[in-house]
Structures are given as structure tokens and as C-alpha cells.
């Protein structure tokens, strides 16, 4: 029973893992943006809700959707526009340079203008325990599993099934070519930028009322993010899935089994792995790219 109560617990926390993974896939993808600052993109909706009610007297639902649109706005447009533009023309190199540094701008911003310690986040669900087959399963973990499995798959529908997800696509294959066949491939990449803007803000309303909102979430976040879309493959949305469900579910077991004291190295012998053995990811495809 313990073993379920683990992998249940695993599972939610690589489907926050997928959620931020799959967003930094897509950056690449359409535009080569290797987004350093992905784990404070996480780390800063929850501070966006907590001051729109603190400062705001905003309910917690009315918060929610400013977060959500500030989320949009600061760290899909504002991100685009002021930072990956400009700095893309020089070269990926300088842009990785920069979004260490705006990593680093929002951590210290946020302990500096708004707190240091680790702030509480209300919750969106219950927080009450279900008791399975003996097993006792905690039903946030259940939403969060349910919330992030029906946003992925919605998403990987928009991308399958509609028109401007299939231009996406396009864009993100080949760009030059998706100009000549008349898509806005400025357009398609602006899009995909919105929608990192919502999966971050989507996983961190799920994952702050658990570990709660602070300035240095984003370090553990970002790393585990980036580690799981080169596990799963980083040119596959189902390969960032995989590789974030299966970061979740060993790092958990590794707690449980090993030791906690080594916890955050098993992820990285993992990545060594398959960086050794599979270049492409589990379910990721080789190509060439120039860069």
C-alpha cells in the first residue's frame, strides 16, 4: 500500500514536471528559445495571486485570473518582446546568458519586494485524504494529476486538431518553408509563447498550495523541467510527458527507498543515461539543427 501511496505521489509531482517541461519543448521548437528562467516562471504566478490579494484586496478567484493574465502578459508577451527578440538575433549563447540573468532578477525581486519566507497559498481543492484499498491517497494529489493529464491533453488536441495548431506545427518543422505557404509564423511562435505563459501559471497554482510560495522554488523546478524534456525527448510533447511523469515517479521512489540525502542526484545519473545511451530522449526523434 505504501508503494501506491508513493507512485500516486510520484505521479503528481511529475505531471507538474510535464506541465513545465512541454512548455520549454515548445519554446525550442518554434522559436530556440532555451528558456533558463522556466523555473521562476513557475515560482511567479503564485506571487502574482498572493499580491493581487494582498495588495489589491482582491478575492482569491478574481486573484486567480489576474495572475493568469499578468502571467500572460509578463512572461509570454513582455518575455518575447523584450528579451527573446532582441537577444535571439545575436545567437542562442547570449539568450541563455539572459534568461539566467532575468532568472535571477525575479528570484531576488520577489525576496526582496515581497517576502523571504515561504508564504501559504489557499488551496483550490480539498485537502482531505481518500483511503484506498488501504492505501491513503491524498486528494490533492488526485487534482493535480486530473488537472495536468486534461490540460496536456487538450493541448496536444488544439495542436492535432485545429488550424492554428497544425500552423504551430508547421512553424516549429520549418519555419522558412511555413512563410512561403503563407502562415504568420511571427504570430504562431507569439502563440507559443502564451501557451508556456499558461502551463507555468497552470502548475503553479497546483503545486504552491502544497509546498507553498517562495522566492526559490523555481531552482528544484526549473532543473527537474529541463532534465525531464531531455529524458523524454525534447522535440516530442508526449516525450516532455513521459519524461516528467517518469522524473516524478523515481524521484519519489528514490526518497522512499534510498535516501533522501541523494534524492537530487538520482534524476541527474538518470540524464546521464540517456544522454549516453538514447541522445534523443525515450521517445524523442534525431535531427540535425544548427544552432
Known amino acids: 500500500m505504501a508503494l501506491l501511496q508513493i507512485l500516486i505521489s510520484g505521479l503528481a509531482t511529475g505531471a507538474i514536471y510535464a506541465l513545465v517541461a512541454v512548455g520549454f519543448m515548445l519554446l525550442w521548437q518554434t522559436s530556440q528559445t532555451i528558456n533558463f528562467a522556466q523555473g521562476e516562471f ?16 482582491m478575492p482569491f478567484w478574481l486573484a486567480i485570473v489576474v495572475g493568469l493574465l499578468l502571467s500572460l502578459i509578463v512572461l509570454g508577451v513582455l518575455f518575447k518582446v523584450l528579451l527573446v527578440d532582441p537577444m535571439l ?3 542562442v549563447l547570449p539568450l541563455v546568458i539572459s534568461t539566467i540573468a532575468l532568472a535571477l532578477f525575479f528570484k531576488e525581486g520577489v525576496k526582496t ?27 490533492q494529489n488526485l487534482v493535480i494529476i486530473v488537472v495536468a493529464v ?4 487538450a493541448l496536444q488536441w488544439f495542436l492535432a486538431r485545429t488550424r492554428t495548431g497544425r500552423c504551430m506545427q508547421a512553424t516549429a518543422q520549418n519555419p522558412a518553408l511555413a512563410r512561403i505557404l503563407g502562415v ?4 504562431m511562435i507569439l502563440y507559443t509563447f502564451l501557451i508556456n505563459a499558461a ?6 497554482f497546483l ?9 526559490s522554488n523555481g531552482e528544484t523546478l526549473g532543473m527537474a523541467a529541463f532534465i525531464a524534456a531531455i529524458v523524454g525527448g525534447f522535440n516530442q510533447v508526449r516525450g516532455a510527458i513521459a519524461g516528467g511523469l517518469l522524473l516524478g515517479v523515481v524521484d519519489n521512489l528514490a526518497a522512499s527507498y534510498i535516501s533522501t540525502q541523494y534524492r537530487g542526484a538520482i534524476p541527474l545519473f538518470l540524464l546521464i543515461a540517456v544522454i549516453l545511451f538514447r541522445p534523443q530522449g525515450l521517445l524523442g526523434r534525431a535531427e540535425e539543427r544548427s544552432v
Do not use: C
Open 42 to 57: 513557475v515560482m511567479l504566478p503564485a506571487f502574482f495571486v498572493l499580491g493581487a490579494m494582498k495588495f489589491g484586496g
Open 89 to 91: 538575433r545575436h545567437g
Open 113 to 139: 519586494w515581497y517576502a523571504a519566507e515561504a508564504q501559504p497559498f489557499p488551496a483550490l481543492w480539498s485537502n482531505d485524504n481518500l483511503e484506498i484499498g488501504g492505501a491513503v491517497i491524498s486528494v
Open 150 to 153: 486534461t490540460a496536456v491533453l
Open 184 to 187: 504568420r509564423v511571427e504570430r
Open 199 to 204: 502551463l507555468v501559471a497552470l502548475a503553479s
Open 207 to 215: 503545486i504552491s498550495p502544497i509546498y507553498l510560495a517562495k522566492f
